[in-house]
């Protein structure tokens, strides 16, 4: 059984790997961090070296095996989250949420939404503090 969080480095991405690690230690699950996103010069998601070697070393000391996956390849975060969790046989995925003004729904979208209504798997969404 493996847990998959979905990882950015904002204060809901924390939360959500802070919660991941949680709920993976205390099943004794396998852990999967992923962070996904197409790429470009405008994508504020990817995470860079320095944060992605924070994040390792926070997985290598954990009493469970736990990695981190980064996607940077030109297909949608959604994409990639929902083959992830077909190839890995997924049992949770945990994402983390921010507030948002409605406008700011209408016009950007959510990814959150559209993964809550597209997983085949249960989610547990968290919000930052």
């Not at 480095?9 to 709920?23: F, T």
């Not at 962070?35 to 390792?56: C, F, K, M, W």
């Not at 997924?90 to 209408?106: H, N, P, Q």
Request: charged share 25%; net charge negative; glycine share 6%.
């Amino acid at each position: 059984m493996t847990i998959l969080v979905a990882y950015v480095a904002r204060p809901e991405g924390q939360a959500a790997l802070d919660k991941a690690i949680e709920v993976a230690t205390r099943r004794s699950e396998r852990l999967i961090v992923v962070n996904a996103a197409p790429g470009g010069s405008q994508d504020d998601t990817i995470v860079n070296g320095y944060e992605v070697e924070r994040v390792e070393e926070r997985l290598t000391h954990l009493p469970i095996q736990a990695e981190f996956k980064q996607f940077v390849r030109g297909n949608s975060t959604l994409d990639e989250i929902l083959n992830l969790i077909e190839a890995e046989h997924i049992t949770l995925l945990v994402i983390g949420l921010r507030k948002r003004t409605a406008v700011g729904k209408l016009l950007l979208g959510s990814m959150a939404q559209e993964i809550l209504m597209s997983a085949p798997c249960p989610v547990l969404s968290v919000k930052a503090p």
